[in-house]
Every structure is written in C-alpha cells, then in structure tokens.
C-alpha cells in the first residue's frame, strides 16, 4: 500500500455528487412507501362494506388538475435549464410557476376532498375512504412539501446563495419534484382510471341486470 | 457566512458531556450506539430472566399472564430493535469508513440524527412504564389485536410510536451508508476489493431503505385507526382484512432479519482470514451469496404466515422461496470452512466466537430449513420449536458474531487489549449456557409447549426441561457479567494494542489505535482486498501528517439532537393529546416549531465554525459534504 498526498477530498469514487445519490436512495425508499399505500388501496378494492366508492371518482376533474401538475414539470425543465445557463431570471419565473401550479393541484384536491366529505365521505366511512384519502393524503403531503422547496429556492437565490454555480442544488429538487408527478400519473392510471372504469362496468351490470329482471316480469 | 447561524452556535469544542452530545464523528457515534445497545441488551435480558424464572416451574405465580405478555413483547422488541440493530449500527458508524480509507460518513450531522432518533423512540417506547403499562402486543404486534377495541391501554400506542421514531432514524442511517459506500472509498478502493463487512454494510443498508417504508406504512395506518377512527384494520365494522397487517409487517419482517444477521456474517468472513492468516475462500462467491440473500429475502415473507390459509399455490411458492434461499446461505457457510481448511489457526477469543457462530447459526439454519416444509411447519408454528429457532440464528448467529467483533475490534476501539484469558472463559460460559437453555427448547416444542404462554401444569411433564433451560439462561448472565468485567478492566488497564495486534489485512489496522478524528493522516491508495498483506512493509508506520496539518474536519452540532428531539415530542404530544387535547396539541405545535427550526438550522449552518473561518469559506473543499 502507498500513501498519496494531497489528495483532493471532495472527490467521490462514483463521480456523482452525494446529495444526488442520497436524493436517488430516498426516491428508491419513496417507491416503496408509496407502493405499500397504492398495494393496500388496490386489495381493499370493492370490499367497503357500506357508503360510497370508487364511483364518486370524478374523471373529468382529476385529468384536469394531473394536466396541470404535468405542466408544472414542464416548468421545472425550464427552470433549472435557465439556472444553468446562468438565467436567474428565468429560473425564478419558472420556479414560481411549479410553485403555483403545484398550489393549484393541491387546490383541485382540497376541493375533491371536500367534495366527498360533502357526499358522505371521509377516513372514517369505509375502507375505500380510508386507503383513498391517506394514499392521496400523503401524495399531496408530498406536493406540499415540494411546493415550500420551490420557494425556498427562489428566497434562496435573492440571497445569493442559489446561483448558476449550484444549480445541482435546483437539479436535486428537480429530481423529487419529477417523482411526485410520475407517483401522481400511477396514481390516476391505477386509482383513478381503471377504478373508475370498473365501477361504470359495474352500475352498467347492475342496470342491465335489473333491465332484464324487469323484462322476466 | 460563518458569523451568523442563528440562537445556537455552531460548537467547536469536542471535550466533556457536550462533545459527544453535539458529536458529529463517526467513530463516536459509533461508541454511543454500541453502549447504549449494550444497556438495552441488559435490560431485555433481565426481561428474559424474569420470563424464565416464571416458566421454571409449573403453575408458578412470580408474575401473572399480563406481566408476562409484557415481558416478552418487550424482550422481543429491545432484542430486535434496540440491541441488535444498534450494535450493527455501532460497527457500521466505527468501522466502514476506517474500511474503505474516508474521513467520515457522507453526511455526519445525518449520522448523529440517526442515533438520536434511536435513543430517543427507545426511551419513548420504554418510558410506557412510568405511564401506562408495558406493550403487550407481541413484537411483531399483530393488527387487530393492536387497535383500540382490543388494547384498551395506551400502551400499543407507546409501542407504535417508538418504532415509529426508532424506524426514520434506522432509515437514516440506511442511506448515510449506501453513499458513504458508493461514494467515499480511497483511491483504488474498487467494489470488489472492500471488506467484507463493508459489503455486508451496504447490503443491509439497502435492505433498509427498502424494507422500512413498509412497515413505516404499516404503523402510520395503524395509529390512524388508534388516533383517527380509520378502517384499515377494522375486520369487525368496516370488514378489514385480518391478514393485511401481516402481509405489510413480514414484507418488513423477513427482510429484517437479514437486517440482524448480515452483519454478524460480515465480521465473521473478516475475522476468520485473520486468524487462519489465509485470504477468505471464495470472496466473490461471499460476497454474491450476501446479495443473492438480500434479493430472495423480500419474496419469502408469507412463510411466517403458512397457517393462515393463503391457498396452496401461494403456499407452496413461498415455500420453495424459503427453501431456495437456505443454498447462498450454505454456500457462505462452505467458504468459511474452507477458510479455515489448512490454514494456520490461531484460537484467539475473536476466532473462538466465529466458530461458535458458525456452528450456532448453522444449527438455526437448519432449524429455519425444517420449517420451510409447510405441513411441518403446520405442527411447529407457535411452538417452543420456534423459539427455539429464532434464538438460534439470532442469539447463536447475531449476538455470537457481534460478540466476536467487539473482541476483534475493541483494541482499535480503544487502543487496548482485551484479556485473552477471560475472553476464553467468557466464550465457553456463554456456549454451553446458550446451549443448555435453547437446546431442549427443541424438545419442548415437539412436546407441544406453545409459545407465549405464561404458565403450564405440572401434569404436563415440561417442568424439568424448563428448569433445566432457565438454569442455563442465568448460565448466559454469568457469562455476560465476564463480559463486562473484561470490558471494564480492559478499558483502564488492558495490554497496549498497537496498531495492528492481529496482524490483519485491512485498512482500519493501518492507522493508531485509537484512530485520530481524522482518521488517516493522508488517504491511502488501495491496490488489492488485502493491503496489509500484500504489501505489509509499508503499513508498519502510518505517514506523517503532511505540512499543511491536521485534515478539517466538520465542527460539531447541536441540530441533530434538537431535531431528533422535536421529532420525539410530536409524538409525545400526540400521546398526551389523547389524554388532554389543549395540552397535547401544545406540545405538538411548540415540539413542531423545535423541530423545523432545527432543520433550517441545519441547512444554513456552515460547515465549520468561526474559528475555522477560512475554512467555512471555501465549503466546497469541506473533507465530507454535509446535511
Ligand atoms: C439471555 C438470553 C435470552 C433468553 C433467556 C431469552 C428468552 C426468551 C423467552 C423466554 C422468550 C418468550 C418465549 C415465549 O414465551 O413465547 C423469548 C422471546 C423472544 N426473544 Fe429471547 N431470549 C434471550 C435472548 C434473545 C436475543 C439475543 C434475541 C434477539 C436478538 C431475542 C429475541 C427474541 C424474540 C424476537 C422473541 C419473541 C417475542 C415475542 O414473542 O413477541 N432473545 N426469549
Ligand atoms: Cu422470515
């Protein structure tokens, strides 16, 4: 064995720096969280005993406000390709958009949530109420979070201390912003959009079912 | 930059009481979790001296059924989480980067958040005492006995809560090590030429971070249903599934006990090279075999549930899963053996308590393989067979391999040696205890003594196996009193150790013992998995610190533990909120507050401190990144 001198500490043997290895590790822990809470929604699927479920899911809206949180990821691009051409300006303006737009998704949920409350849901009706408002619960949590982080950035960079020499430090919430939102489409692809497609299958089974139990009579 | 970081500031002193609690060293850390697990290991002992004083004889009244319910819920749950976790997390914190040649871990205020957070749901979860009553939910505290109808006291939720606290610590601490491992490594320091343990370490770290968010989960639903009125274990109103709970803990729990035992296997493979003085047989194959287990550990956790009727098919598959992952297993335990084939032993206490692990955990093994058979499993499950079993491969396998590396590694740890001779007697007091009070455990089982139960009639003929057993289990508390009286003396007056006592192969002999807080006064250049075999002449001495000084290191601080502590008083509160509402949600809001402004201290703390002015200027060239 040899010892070297001088040796530059702040090398790393990957090459990637360790914030954005410790923001992949958390993400890969993340998937799991968010897959324990997706898997326990989709096994209590169609068992609630009484109240309402899958049914009540508005289509419409939801695509509504996933569109807009797909578009906040469109501005997160923006955001840190400006910071990295040295575009403070634009990296604040694209910034605040993700915030805002973020802010509208959580809005789109809040008024869902009340929403059900209002038709007689909530945590505590039946096991869809339950799996459905702590899952997406916790996905908007995750929003949340990410929206403080959006602002941080942009008072940060006021500041000078967010500048086009870290923009890593924008890369990193990049990263977990674009995983909220791909949480978010398996959310309304599994949750939203075949959920809601099994409960017409099933009111149409109903109908069809009484239509020809009235043509028996 | 440096002047201005808030109320508290950054501390520069490493000296007295507030040195190791503002601590950001690694090797510190690692001295405090292993102490701590220590005192926790006394405790869930006595617990289970208490429980075997009881089962000595038959129809006793030393405690009544609920004590005992409380007993080993507890015992289980300190040994699991509190004793066996940590004293892994001890080694990790101490040895890995002296292992693979860095200054620190990648994030040492993230380090000590982990142990404070440990420290703290521990104490949490014990302090159930003083207010309610002990957990007596069983370990692994099975939904819906845990929901409010059916524990009425607040204890189960002293229990949740705790792990709860324990588990984002552990989580913590998961990814310190996975960055740590893949990005702090000395040049020339490749994958393949890391120390065993180092590899054990990032398995488990892995394991970790993808394990814990399950029953993370797991317990958040839980305690909505206890706090919120939720349905996710409510089979009775709401039409719950009985088995959900299981499915979610075992997807945590089987990976978990490869959490207790990897790291036990990573000390073993580093200490037998040493004391054949021959290279590990088959260090791939070790090291592949460590991943294989980790892989197949996540597809096989239903076999804790063979007796709950999933169906056939399910059944049989995680049962050829259990038995697949019985072969990377045995092919480690072929490669210590032939580790020790021809080569030159030294029966040193480290490689005696090796030897002792291989063989225990061998017997657990074969044990755990018996119950991979359905129909077999069928007749032992809730038995005596499987405690029998668990204790095999955890206090034959865990606790024998830790053992062996507090005496392999406490010369480092300290600078002294342990006492051989006591170290011997030690080893042979705690084999033939640990074998009298397990062993008939086996027998007992195929008898039909169930599991958990607090008592039996004397017309049942256990009572001599019993005592026999209980006999041995105070057999193992004379041994762990040897223990700690060579650990006691050792510290004080124990034989010099020198740099390298064992004459070993890796890095962490190259520097003094006790190592400085810098670790190594220059970073070595790695050329092969043995460096101080292959090319012994240059380890003699270690370099001279380089002209420029002492290396920088991160200042100490005082946000891990405010955070940790603000995170442990929202739980707080929200016991005492069941009790009081104003005052819990007090607690919350002003536990809250404590904790977020300990994070932003965190952030905008520099990474030095004014003293080291200069240096806080230039972060960048900090020598480990820091959050
Ligand atoms: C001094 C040595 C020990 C003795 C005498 C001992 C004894 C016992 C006894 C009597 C039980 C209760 C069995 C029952 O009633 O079903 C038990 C349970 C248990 N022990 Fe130990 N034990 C020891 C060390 C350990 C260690 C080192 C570990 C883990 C690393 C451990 C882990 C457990 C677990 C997980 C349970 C199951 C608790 C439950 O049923 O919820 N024990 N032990
Ligand atoms: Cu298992």
Redo the contacts with the bound molecule.
């Keep these: 064995m040899q010892y070297v001198t001088g040796i530059d500490d702040h090398r790393t043997s990957t090459g990637l720096d360790n914030r954005k290895l410790l923001m992949w590790a958390f993400l890969g822990s993340d998937v799991m969280f968010f897959g324990t809470l997706i898997g326990t929604h989709l096994i209590y699927r169609n068992r609630s005993l009484s109240g309402p479920q899958e049914e009540i899911l508005s289509i419409p809206i939801t695509t509504v406000s996933t569109f807009v949180l797909l578009m906040s990821s469109l501005a997160m691009v923006l955001a840190l390709a400006a910071i990295q051409r040295g575009n403070m300006g634009g990296f604040r303006f694209w910034t605040v958009v993700v915030a805002v737009f973020g802010s509208i998704f959580i809005g789109f949920q809040m008024f869902e949530f009340a929403e059900f409350a209002h038709l007689g849901l909530t945590p505590r009706t039946n096991l869809f109420g339950s799996t459905f408002l702590v899952m997406t619960g916790f996905h908007g949590a995750h929003v949340t979070v990410g929206i403080l982080w959006m602002w941080s950035l942009v008072f940060a960079s006021f500041k000078g201390k967010i500048h086009q020499g870290n923009a890593l430090q924008v890369e990193i919430a990049g990263l977990y912003w674009h995983f909220v939102d791909i949480v978010w489409i398996v959310i309304f692809g599994v949750v939203y959009l075949i959920g809601a497609y099994g409960a017409e299958n099933r009111a149409l089974e109903s109908v069809e079912h009484a239509a020809r139990a009235a043509s028996l009579i | 930059m440096a002047a201005n970081i808030g109320i508290l500031r950054r501390p520069v002193s490493t000296a007295g009481v507030w040195g190791w609690i503002t601590t950001v060293d690694h090797k510190r850390i690692g001295i405090l979790y292993g102490v701590t697990a220590f005192v926790f290991?006394l405790i869930?002992?006595i617990e289970?001296?208490l429980?075997?004083v009881q089962?000595a004889q038959p129809d006793s009244e030393f405690v009544d059924a609920g004590t005992?319910n409380a007993?080993?819920?507890m015992?289980?749950?300190t040994?699991?989480f509190m004793?066996?976790m940590p004293a892994g997390a001890a080694f990790f914190n101490f040895l890995v980067p002296l292992m693979i040649g860095a200054r620190d871990v990648a994030f040492p205020r993230l380090n000590a958040l982990s142990y404070w957070l440990f420290l703290f749901g521990a104490i949490l979860m014990n302090f159930s005492f003083f207010k309610a009553a002990f957990p007596d939910v069983?370990?692994?505290g099975y939904a819906p006995l845990t929901t409010t109808p059916y524990t009425l006291s607040s204890s189960t939720d002293y229990w949740v809560l705790g792990l709860q606290v324990m588990g984002i610590g552990t989580t913590a601490a998961g990814f310190n090590f996975v960055i740590t491992i893949l990005n702090l490594r000395a040049p020339g320091m490749t994958l393949m030429r890391m120390p065993l343990f180092t590899w054990m370490t990032l398995i488990v770290s892995f394991l970790i971070i993808f394990a814990f968010p399950p029953l993370t989960i797991a317990l958040t639903l839980l305690l909505f249903d206890r706090f919120f009125g939720t349905n996710f274990f409510d089979t009775v109103g709401a039409g719950a599934d009985p088995l959900l709970w299981q499915h979610l803990f075992w997807i945590f729990g089987h990976p978990e006990v490869y959490i207790?035992i990897l790291p036990a296997m990573g000390i073993v493979s580093d200490i037998l090279p040493t004391f054949s003085r021959k290279p590990l047989f088959g260090y791939t194959t070790v090291v592949f075999a460590g991943a294989v287990i980790a892989f197949l550990g996540f597809g096989v956790w239903a076999h804790h549930m063979f007796t709950t009727g999933l169906g056939a098919w399910a059944t049989a598959a995680f049962a050829g899963a259990t038995m697949a992952i019985g072969v990377p297993t045995g092919v480690k335990i072929f490669n210590w053996l032939a580790t020790l084939w021809g080569g030159s032993l030294q029966f040193k206490t480290p490689l005696l308590f090796a030897l002792g692990f291989i063989s225990m955990f061998m017997l657990g093994g074969l044990s755990g393989v018996m119950h991979a058979a359905v129909p077999v499993d069928t007749q032992q499950q809730d038995t005596?067979f499987i405690?029998a079993h668990?204790?095999y491969v955890?206090?034959g396998g865990?606790?024998f391999g830790l053992t062996a590396g507090i005496y392999y590694w406490f010369p480092k740890m300290t600078g002294r040696m342990l006492s051989e001779r006591l170290g011997k007697v030690h080893f042979w007091v705690m084999l033939i205890g640990?074998n009298m009070?397990?062993m008939p455990m086996h027998v007992l089982g195929v008898l039909g003594m169930?599991?958990?139960?607090?008592t039996y009639s004397a017309d049942q003929n256990w009572a001599g196996l019993n005592l026999f057993?209980s006999v041995?289990?105070f057999v193992?508390?004379v041994s762990?009193l040897l223990l700690i009286i060579n650990v006691l003396r050792s510290v004080r007056k124990g034989e010099k150790a020198g740099m390298n006592p064992w004459a070993a192969s890796t890095l962490e002999w190259a520097i003094p013992s006790p190592p400085p807080h810098y670790n190594f006064a220059v970073i070595p250049t790695v050329r092969s998995l043995h460096p101080l075999w292959d090319e012994e002449a240059n380890a003699v001495e270690p370099p001279p610190l380089p002209a420029h000084g002492e290396p920088h290191m991160p200042s100490p601080s005082y946000w891990p533990i405010v955070v940790a502590f603000g995170v442990t008083m929202v739980c707080g509160g929200l016991l005492i909120w069941q009790a009081s509402t104003w005052l819990g949600l007090a607690v919350i809001a002003v536990s809250g507050f404590i904790g977020m402004r300990g994070v932003y201290g965190w952030v905008f703390e520099p990474v030095a401190a004014e003293e080291h002015a200069e240096h806080a200027e230039h972060p960048e060239r900090a020598p480990a990144h820091h959050a």
């Design positions: 290991f869930g002992g289970a001296l429980m075997r089962l005992f007993l080993f819920t015992h289980g749950t040994m699991v004793v066996v069983g370990w692994f207790l005596y405690v668990f204790h955890l206090f865990s606790i640990f009070a397990f169930p599991r958990r139960i607090y057993v041995g289990a193992i508390a762990i």
